[in-house]
């Protein structure tokens, strides 16, 4: 059976401490209910805690029905980004526990797209990994194609955080570990595993090179020099939401760095350049909303193609001078010197896409 690296264990393992709040205006009762304190696990999603919170503070709510949302500092947070890529993202500073209001009432459907519980997640997350087999292989047949019960199994891996029967089940989507040189070296089971399987077709490696990214680009225009003193996200246009795939290259002494990788996903702000409007940088941006589908059934895969393929609308450019203030994944901050292979082969979400947060100050050039 496939086993998970060392690091993999870790990331499934992951958890940030939460205290949840009430919000005020939903408390009826004196003294209001105390604050819940829980682990969520970086990848999984803040609407799948509501079974636990609820419990702890149905007798304070008022009449009506449910909708259950979260938000840190009055910015409503979106449900369909991994809690650990929100935390990543929000908390320059880690901020432990981090302090979080749920709201049982009052969804603000001017920001966030709905999410009628655990359904809704699981259909997006589904959504999220046909993304990624595009990029992969060029097509999603493989998800679309999945039986019911695997189906079951693999949203429950993620439910449960068991990484060993999710790597047996995804196994049969041939998304698996980059294969090249350098990851062997640091991993030397892809060898082993390559070795014993036989046939390449049926060993489950991503044998393209390409690699689903999720870029979260936080753009501060305030000087700081601790991440203690970053601005607080107080509106999501503060944040760039880019889909940009990357492949690595192929051949005996080729070699991609993350931070090789990072200039070639973000050149306007890791080069020595300005961003300039007329330069025609290729900069897909999405807002990462789903079809309104996404809460039960499978989308077309073409709809899922122009998706991949980054059909979206182009940020607005001008020039300025950019510095990268931070990247982070997982709660780690590694070094741009590390192969790129390595961060992928162990460090992407479930969802197979790998999700970076990055800080940028930016200030106008001249």
Partial sequence: MERGTEAQKYVWEGAIPLQIHLHESE???????????????RIGYLPLLAPQIKPLFSSALPPGADTVWFDYKGLPLKWYIPTGALFDLLCAEPERPWNLTVHFRGYPANILIPCEGEEAVKWSFINSLKEAAYIINGNCKNIMNMSQSDQVELWRSVLNGSLDVFLRVSSKLKLGALEDEYAAKLNPSL???????GNIENSG???????????????????FDDLENA?????WEKVS????????PKGEGKYLSLGDAMKTLMPEYFGNKSLDCEE?????????????DARGK????????STAAGEHPALGCQARNNEVKLVRVHGIEPKLEIPFSWVVNNLLNPDYFLHLCVCVKSSPSG
């Fill in 27 to 41: 408390v009826t009762t004196l003294p209001p209910p105390p604050p819940v304190m829980i682990l969520a696990p």
């Fill in 191 to 197: 060898k082993k595993s390559k070795s014993c399987v």
């Fill in 205 to 223: 490696l991503n044998k393209t090179g390409r690699v689903p990214v999720r870029l979260y680009i936080r753009i501060v225009s305030e000087d």
């Fill in 231 to 235: 601005p607080e996200v107080d509106s």
């Fill in 241 to 248: 939401y880019i889909n940009r795939p990357i492949e690595i």
């Fill in 280 to 292: 025609g940088v290729d900069q897909e941006v999405e807002e990462i909303a789903y079809p309104e």
């Fill in 298 to 305: 499978n989308n077309a895969e073409e709809e899922v193609a």
